[in-house]
Every structure is written in C-alpha cells, then in structure tokens.
C-alpha cells in the first residue's frame, strides 16, 4: 500500500512539476505569438493596437505567471480581445505560378504541447490559414523587396529589461519571418532565442546592450549582416591606432606601408615586418575574440570584416611580436588618434590597360570603372585575346552592360528568392537572366579574379562572367553573402542583413560558401613580401598555358 501511495504522490509530482515553465520559456513562448499576431493577425497587421506597448504589459504580466494553464488563459483572451478573425477565401488559395521555398517555413511551434494548449494552438492556427494579405502597416513592398516601417524608437541607451526585450523580440522576428537564409544559420534560430534571453534580462548598461544586441545580429552569419555602434568602437576596438598599413596572409599580417604622424615621431616597425602577435594574442585569438560580436558569413568573411581592427587601441601603445629578416622580436609601439595619423592618398588606379606591349592581354579594374566608361573600355581591349576582369572590389553596377557587350546569348545566370508577402517566411524562386542575342560578343578568354572582398554585387557579376564560354575564375572564395540587403534600426542603431536569396541557376548555394573558383590561388606572406599579386600572376600563366 505504501509502495502505490508513493507512486501516486511522485505521479502528480511530476505532472505538477511539468506545468510549471520558466523565465525564459514563457518569454520565448511570448516572443513567437507576439511576432506571428504582428504580421499575421489582420487587426494587428493593420495597425490598429499599439503593438509594443501591447508587448510591454505582456512582458510585465507574464512575470507573475507560473504554469502553463495560466499562460494559456493570458494568451486566448488576449487573442480574443484582438478582434474577430473573418474567414479568408483567398488565404487557401496558393499561386500555382511561382515556385516556392520552404526551408525557412516553420510555425509547428505553435502545437508545442509543452508550452500550448489545444485552444491556443487552434486559435493560432485559425489565424494563420485566415491571415492578414495585402497591405501591411509593418511591411512595405518595393516590386518585389520588402522594407519595414511604423517601427518605434526607444534610443540606444539602456531602459529597462522590458525595453531590452522588446529590441531583441522585434529582431529575432525580422530575422523569423524575412531573412532568407534563417535556415543556414550555425545555430538554429530557436536555439538564439532561448541563449539570448538570460543575455538580455542581464544587460544593465549602455555598453553591455550595445555588445549583446551586436552577439545577436553576429548569430545571423551574414556577411552582410552589421551593427553600428560608436560605442562599441571607441570601448572595444579603440580610439587609436598602430599608424601602419597592413596585409593579411597566413594568419599574419604584412606590413606594407609606414604612415607619418603629426607629432613626427618614429614607429619601431618597418615595412615588411610580419606581424603575428599583438598584446599576447596570436592573430587567430584576435579573430575569435572580436569575432563574437562582428556577423560574417564564413571563416574567410570574418578575418576580412575584423583585420582592419588587429593595431586598434585605447591604450598609447601595443606590443608586438614579429618576424623581421629571419628574426622574432617584441616590440612596443605607439598608437595615435586618427586625427593625428596623415593618411596618405591612394595612386591613381588605371581603370583599363593593356598589361603587355602587344596588347593581347587586357586588364579591367572593377571597382573603379563606371557604365559611362564601358564603350570606351571594350572598343580598346576588345581585340585582345584575354580581357582580365579584376573583382577583388566592389563593381559600379555595371553588370548589364558588361553582359550584353561580352556574353553570346541570353542565359539564367542566377535563381533569386523572393519574399513571399501574403505568407510571411515563405520565399518564391524565380530565374533572372542577362545579357542577349549578340554574334559579336567577346571571343577571347574572360578570366575573374576573386577572392574574400568579393561580395554581394561582385559575387552576382562573377556569376555572370560565368556564363562566357571562355570564363575562369581565379583566387579564393567569394564573400559567400548575395542578395539586396534590408536597411534597417535595432534599438536605433543602424544594421541591415540579406533580403533576397541568391543560388545558381540549378539551386545550389552560394550563401556561405561563396563562388568556388575554377583555379585557387591565396597570398602568400612570401609573395606580399616580394610585392607579388600571386593572383594576378597566376591568371597571366592560365592565359598562356591554359592551364
């Protein structure tokens, strides 16, 4: 008797104890049904609640709750008190024209039986098949790109954990329901939610809001993706700087040129001191350290968006170690102000040239020439048998163009995804073609060169390029982030991330893992030290090889 008396008491225990959720489960459950009545519920979509500061009491009521029957009656009734919900005939009805991409697609939280009952969760289903189309009070729609509006601004500055919330609940859902590569983040994207809200709830001061609001723009993995904040410049990257320019290769960086302050004092460095170890960090510690709040779409991605800040400091000086003539050696050195450093101006780029005396080799900056430029560019090189493209840049929109001169024909060159409006986290495919009808297109050798700084425009350009059928590509991965962007504020500070999905014409990603080039050729230490470009270099051998 006393054995079955025991296991009663420990069954209802259990079942008891099952009911009961935590902190961070309510606001994560709060947080999803907050953001789905947002874009989904017509009333809401509309305009017609004051949604943060319908978020606001939320939060604060959701503090004394502590099961899951308590939480589910604050959910139905405040559902209900949205307004009713007419049927949509058109919300069953899907475009039997467009091909659509589901991989970012999931609402399943909503049957989650741990946090939802059968009510809510039919009350939220209702919604969704009965959802809000057309016109969005929080969502505009430029042809087929989508930027957000009606947004409220509470300042850069600590509030309260209330305010802190609602900042990280409005991006995670931007990033739910709009960014179109949620699917390829390393972390899945529930996952951030339930990690960040204890960050959040912690944060108690400017700075620290500023940090943790960058650590989750970082977990977006998006090259694109950034947070400006001239807090977290001044305080974590610093004031001050090493007055040196420097090149990454190897996991160290090169020195290329000295730069002269305004105070004319000496720097103990010399041009080509290979540099691999600043105030006892290795360059790899650097990475990972600055790394945690600096979004990159790969590897390669985040040393290009963090290498300009290695000899940044508050401090008036760093030490160094690095290799000179064969030699270790540890070095301190001064930091100046920026104001103090006299930058010097860059050389005039060629746009165009021909690189040999007999012209059969043409050479093409990217990043510089213009479209005005272009007719001008290929009546020159146009009888030379390899035209180098060089897009080691970021192009000047000159894609088009460029296309219909060089390319034979009309071709896909990318698949583009599109968000779908009328069904928010749902994209659409389409194919994009370039280029036309032309027997005098190009017929030497189009070769590309690419590497990290290749990103966005330059990566769609270099997918164009592929379609010569005389193209090669050489260097290293691209940046691995396409697609328009979507400009936008997180607790007033400026940020943005992908908006459109970019793949090749067959489907495969280029998200992540950039451009693979038909010939790999990285910088070398050795080679900057010689005042080599390996990658130029090795182009001009395919060209005269073929290999």
Same mark, same amino acid.
């Given at each position: 008797?006393?054995?079955?008396?025991?296991?009663?008491?420990?069954?209802?225990?259990?079942?008891?104890?099952?009911?009961?959720? $935590?902190?961070?489960? %309510?606001?994560?459950?709060?947080?999803?049904?907050?953001?789905?009545?947002?874009?989904?519920?017509?009333?809401?979509?509309?305009?017609?609640?004051?949604?943060?500061?319908?978020?606001? %009491?939320?939060?604060?009521?959701?503090?004394?709750?502590?099961?899951? @029957?308590?939480?589910?009656?604050?959910?139905?009734?405040?559902?209900?008190?949205?307004?009713?919900?007419?049927?949509?005939?058109?919300?069953?009805?899907?475009?039997?024209?467009?091909?659509?991409?589901?991989?970012?697609?999931?609402?399943?939280?909503?049957?989650?039986?741990?946090?939802?009952?059968?009510?809510?969760?039919?009350?939220?289903?209702?919604?969704?098949?009965?959802?809000?189309?057309?016109?969005?009070?929080?969502?505009?729609?430029?042809?087929?790109?989508?930027?957000?509006?009606?947004? *409220?601004?509470?300042?850069?500055?600590?509030?309260?954990?209330?305010?802190?919330?609602?900042?990280?609940? +409005?991006?995670?859902?931007?990033?739910?329901?709009?960014?179109?590569?949620?699917?390829?983040?390393?972390? *899945?994207?529930?996952?951030?939610?339930?990690?960040?809200?204890?960050?959040?709830?912690? =944060?108690?001061?400017?700075?620290?809001?500023?940090?943790?609001?960058?650590?989750? =723009?970082?977990?977006?993995?998006?090259?694109?993706?950034?947070?400006?904040?001239?807090?977290?410049?001044?305080?974590?990257?610093?004031?001050? &700087?090493?007055? /040196?320019?420097?090149?990454?290769?190897?996991?160290?960086?090169?020195? !290329?040129?000295?730069?002269?302050? &305004?105070?004319?004092?000496?720097?103990?460095?010399?041009?080509?001191?290979?540099?691999?170890?600043?105030?006892?960090? !290795?360059?790899?510690?650097? /990475?990972?350290?600055?790394?945690?709040?600096?979004?990159?779409?790969?590897?390669?991605?985040?040393?290009?968006?963090?290498?300009?800040?290695?000899?940044?400091?508050?401090?008036?000086?760093?030490?160094?170690?690095?290799?000179?003539?064969?030699? *270790?050696?540890?070095?301190?050195?001064?930091?100046?102000?920026?104001?103090?450093? /006299?930058?010097? &101006?860059?050389?005039?780029?060629?746009?165009?040239?021909?690189?040999?005396?007999?012209?059969?080799?043409?050479?093409?900056?990217?990043?510089?020439?213009?479209?005005?430029?272009?007719?001008?560019?290929?009546?020159?090189?146009?009888?030379?048998?390899?035209?180098?493209?060089?897009?080691?840049?970021?192009?000047?929109?000159?894609?088009?163009?460029?296309?219909?001169?060089?390319?034979?024909?009309? $071709?896909?060159?990318?698949?583009?995804?599109?968000?779908?409006?009328?069904?928010?986290?749902?994209?659409?495919?389409? &194919?994009?073609?370039?280029?036309?009808?032309?027997?005098?297109?190009?017929?030497?050798?189009?070769?590309?060169?690419?590497?990290?700084?290749?990103?966005?425009?330059?990566?769609?350009? !270099?997918?164009?390029?592929?379609?010569?059928?005389?193209?090669?590509?050489?260097?290293?991965?691209?940046?691995?982030?396409?697609? @328009?962007?979507?400009?936008?504020?997180?607790?007033?500070?400026?940020?943005?991330? !992908?908006?459109?999905?970019?793949?090749?014409?067959?489907? +495969?990603?280029?998200?992540?893992?950039?451009?693979?080039?038909?010939?790999? =050729?990285?910088?070398? =230490?050795?080679?900057?030290?010689?005042?080599?470009?390996?990658?130029?270099?090795?182009?001009?051998?395919?060209?005269?090889?073929?290999?």
């Amino acid at each position: 008797m006393r054995k079955i008396s025991l296991f009663i008491l420990f069954f209802f225990s259990l079942h008891f104890s099952a009911q009961l959720l $935590s902190e961070t489960q %309510k606001l994560e459950s709060l947080c999803k049904v907050w953001g789905f009545l947002k874009y989904y519920h017509p009333h809401v979509a509309k305009g017609d609640f004051e949604w943060d500061q319908e978020l606001l %009491k939320k939060i604060d009521e959701v503090e004394n709750i502590r099961d899951k @029957d308590q939480l589910n009656e604050l959910y139905f009734n405040w559902i209900n008190n949205l307004g009713n919900v007419d049927e949509c005939k058109k919300c069953s009805k899907e475009d039997k024209e467009k091909v659509y991409f589901l991989r970012n697609f999931d609402l399943n939280w909503m049957n989650d039986q741990h946090l939802f009952n059968e009510k809510v969760s039919r009350q939220l289903s209702f919604i969704q098949n009965n959802r809000n189309i057309g016109s969005n009070h929080y969502v505009g729609n430029g042809g087929k790109k989508v930027y957000f509006k009606n947004e *409220n601004s509470y300042g850069s500055k600590f509030i309260s954990k209330q305010i802190n919330l609602l900042e990280l609940f +409005r991006y995670w859902n931007l990033v739910e329901y709009f960014f179109p590569y949620k699917y390829q983040t390393d972390q *899945n994207w529930n996952d951030v939610l339930t990690e960040m809200i204890p960050k959040f709830l912690s =944060v108690n001061n400017d700075e620290n809001y500023h940090l943790t609001l960058a650590e989750l =723009v970082t977990k977006v993995d998006d090259s694109h993706a950034f947070l400006y904040s001239s807090l977290i410049n001044a305080n974590l990257y610093g004031r001050r &700087k090493v007055p /040196v320019e420097y090149t990454y290769a190897e996991g160290k960086l090169v020195v !290329t040129k000295i730069l002269t302050n &305004k105070l004319n004092e000496e720097t103990p460095l010399k041009k080509g001191d290979v540099i691999y170890d600043v105030n006892g960090r !290795t360059i790899s510690q650097m /990475v990972n350290s600055l790394g945690k709040y600096v979004p990159a779409s790969n590897s390669w991605g985040k040393i290009t968006k963090v290498k300009s800040l290695f000899l940044f400091s508050n401090n008036d000086s760093v030490t160094v170690k690095i290799e000179r003539d064969g030699q *270790n050696l540890s070095l301190s050195t001064k930091t100046y102000l920026l104001k103090d450093i /006299v930058w010097e &101006k860059p050389s005039a780029i060629q746009k165009w040239k021909f690189l040999d005396a007999d012209q059969k080799t043409g050479y093409v900056n990217m990043g510089i020439i213009e479209k005005s430029d272009l007719d001008d560019m290929y009546r020159e090189l146009k009888k030379a048998k390899s035209i180098i493209f060089d897009l080691r840049n970021y192009p000047k929109q000159t894609i088009f163009p460029l296309s219909r001169m060089i390319l034979p024909e009309k $071709s896909i060159y990318y698949q583009f995804n599109f968000p779908e409006t009328d069904y928010l986290s749902k994209f659409y495919s389409a &194919k994009n073609t370039i280029g036309k009808k032309n027997p005098d297109y190009y017929k030497g050798n189009v070769v590309v060169l690419a590497d990290e700084n290749t990103q966005s425009q330059a990566e769609t350009t !270099t997918m164009m390029f592929k379609q010569h059928p005389k193209a090669k590509v050489i260097g290293s991965n691209t940046s691995g982030a396409n697609g @328009d962007i979507i400009r936008f504020k997180i607790a007033d500070l400026d940020t943005c991330f !992908t908006g459109l999905g970019a793949y090749y014409p067959d489907g +495969r990603e280029t998200q992540r893992i950039g451009i693979i080039p038909d010939i790999v =050729v990285k910088p070398t =230490v050795k080679g900057i030290l010689e005042r080599k470009d390996e990658v130029l270099e090795r182009a001009l051998e395919y060209i005269k090889t073929g290999f």
